[in-house]
């Protein structure tokens, strides 16, 4: 065989690229993976519920309902306002929330059958979770004009006197002290205030329930009877915590009213009242004035006096005219002595959303950013025709709830107006700071049990979206235009 060197050298290179391209695998060919972490999953994100958040829309759409909404504190950075709270800032220690048990209240709550009734008053003034714990109330010494007749305590025939009162009776109100123990069985804290809206017209200067003046030859009678209302009243296992002198004593007009000028007021409580209140030992407060917030000037005469001074605890307002800033223009004059807001009405005229926004901004609000230590709305009950009152006591005074029948109710505006503070914030909690302004106006505190309570109203036209910041992190939420939310955290 013939040795071909050329053909050999041909093969030769031939295996040699053979042999390079089994080498050199190709993307098809298997091969050895080097090894792939894996990849990293984020678990998800969870929010716990940090903050309870109770809502009312001025539209009526949403009634004091408990948000399901989920509110955790955080710090991720948004653009929307901060409402800061700051618990370390403590003002005021807040005596309570309610309204005033008129006697025309106790009559139409009376209409309703007992199961009924037992209901809506521990509705009112029990701590249950359907409970909106009403902790202040106020009532008539004799009867107001939400009665429906005017009487006093010692009501006497033309030309009649009774010095030593002996003809003195509470007869008159048996069905307002019935209504009361059952209160205090409900809530035996509750605090009570007692205001006069007339003395008896023996002791006044005109025959007449409506307007006049108390003769100064009456004032020690008229203490003693005061002196009297508290021991008898007492005796019933009622407390009365605190009187003024006198319902609106520049508005003599009413029926029942009497009239008396901060001068009279001073010289009542400092020759008369106030001592017939040592004398006897009662450990009850004076609050002077109990009336607008036009005339700051009226409180401060009496507390300028300095022989009235030490009997007077504080001033009470309402607002039917002036600014509530006149509770802070008083305090501020007098520090050492307490302001309280004693009565607002809503009228059967008034539309829900302008009195929800109305009253929150001013007598839960702003009451309590002014240093006072309560906040009362008016008549507690009536019935569908706005009454009972008396004649020519008022006609358009709407109650926090209306009776419609023996066996059912409405609960009105004024009933939501005080519940956004009363359910939440109890007797014995602190105003605490937060930061105000624009559309949302608010008002914070801590409760006994360390709870923060926040309410907010927004008194603009759109929704407003918002933070609530505390201790450095912040819940981000939402109102509606004239709404208010409560909102409570631990």
Excluded at 2 to 25: R, Y
Excluded at 145 to 159: E, K, Q, R, V
Excluded at 241 to 262: C, F, I, K, R, W
Excluded at 310 to 318: C, I, L, N, R, T
């Amino acid at each position: 065989m013939k040795f071909n060197l050329k053909n050999t050298i041909k093969a030769f290179f031939f295996m040699a690229a053979v042999m390079a391209q089994v080498k050199c695998s190709s993307s098809s060919d298997p091969v050895e993976n080097p090894p792939v972490d894996p990849p990293v999953v984020n678990p998800p994100v969870v929010v716990t519920n940090d903050v309870d958040f109770w809502l009312t829309k001025g539209n009526q759409s949403v009634l004091l309902a408990k948000q399901s909404g989920t509110l955790g504190f955080g710090t991720t950075a948004n653009a929307y306002a901060n409402i800061e709270v700051n618990a370390a800032q403590k003002y005021q220690t807040i005596d309570g929330f309610g309204y005033t048990l008129t006697g025309g209240s106790v009559d139409v709550i009376n209409q309703l059958n007992p199961a009924k009734r037992t209901a809506l008053l521990q509705e009112l003034f029990g701590n249950g979770e359907n409970a909106i714990g009403v902790s202040y109330i106020r009532i008539s010494i004799g009867a107001s004009d939400l009665n429906a007749t005017p009487f006093t305590y010692n009501d006497l025939a033309t030309g009649e006197t009774d010095l030593n009162l002996d003809k003195f009776s509470l007869e008159k109100d048996k069905n307002l002290i019935a209504m009361l123990k059952e209160i205090l069985a409900i809530n035996p804290k509750i605090l009570i205030l007692a205001t006069p809206w007339s003395a008896p017209i023996w002791m006044k200067d005109v025959a007449s329930f409506k307007g006049g003046k108390l003769k100064t030859e009456y004032y020690d009678v008229y203490a003693k009877y005061f002196v009297k209302y508290i021991q008898q009243m007492k005796a019933e296992g009622i407390t009365i915590d605190a009187v003024t002198p006198q319902n609106e004593p520049l508005h003599d007009g009413n029926n029942p009213s009497m009239y008396m000028s901060a001068t009279d007021q001073a010289n009542f409580i400092k020759n008369s009242l106030g001592p017939a209140f040592k004398t006897a030992n009662l450990n009850v407060k004076i609050i002077a004035y109990d009336h607008n917030c036009d005339n700051p000037n009226y409180p401060k005469t009496i507390l300028a006096d300095a022989d009235a001074y030490p009997y007077v605890d504080g001033s009470a307002f309402h607002l039917y005219a002036g600014d509530i800033t006149a509770l802070l223009n008083v305090y501020n004059s007098y520090p050492a002595k307490n302001v309280y807001f004693t009565e607002q009405w809503t009228s059967s005229q008034g539309q829900f959303e302008g009195d929800l926004k109305w009253h929150l901004r001013n007598v839960i609000i702003g009451s309590m950013r002014n240093y006072s230590k309560n906040a009362l709305e008016w008549n507690l009950a009536n019935n569908a025709s706005f009454g009972p009152h008396t004649d020519g006591g008022c006609e358009m005074c709407k109650g926090a709830i209306t009776i419609t029948s023996g066996n059912s109710f409405e609960r009105n505006v004024a009933y939501y107006i005080i519940a956004h503070a009363s359910k939440f914030v109890p007797m014995g909690s602190t105003r605490i700071e937060s930061n105000s302004g624009g559309s949302l106006q608010n008002v914070a505190f801590i409760t006994p049990s360390g709870s923060k309570v926040l309410i907010v109203e927004n008194d603009g036209s759109a929704t407003e979206t918002f933070n609530i910041k505390f201790n450095g992190k912040w819940v981000t939420t939402s109102l509606d235009a004239g709404s208010v939310g409560t909102y409570t955290w631990k």
